[in-house]
């Protein structure tokens, strides 16, 4: 069965454009409980942590760098089928691609500054909650 909760975070494009509020809206129009979320900045070597799973793709070292480049808003959420529902929320990795209304489409400067990430599975939301928060961040 789906889990009921997902990890996303608004990415340094985001952030620095002004657009917390407008996609923080957006998620909880879209029935998304708001359970974590803090603003916080990614050092390079926690960004290459965080994103240890594309190590070996050619991006990589650019990823880190612009995860690293400025402030961040990580949140945990909530609600029935979460990872799925915000996947297509949010939309393609590649804003050109992704469905018009969703937020990368909306809001997603590149693929690589693509405003907001999402986790892809139910391990992965409990790896990346656990990465930015304690027990006692959560409600
Ligand atoms: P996702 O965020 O839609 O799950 P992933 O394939 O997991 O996409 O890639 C992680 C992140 O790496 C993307 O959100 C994007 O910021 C960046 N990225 C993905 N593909 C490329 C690329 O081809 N060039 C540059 N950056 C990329
Ligand atoms: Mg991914």
Known sequence: MAGNRTFTMLKPDAVTAGNIGAITKM?????????AMKKTR?????AGKFYEVHKARPFYGELCSYMSSGAIVPMILEKDNAVEDFRTLIGATDPKKAAPGTIRALFAKSID?????GSDSDANAEIESNFFFSQFERF
């Open 27 to 35: 998620i909880e129009e879209a029935g998304f409980k708001i359970v």
């Open 42 to 46: 990614l050092s390079s070597e926690l």
């Open 113 to 117: 500054a693509n405003a907001i990430h």
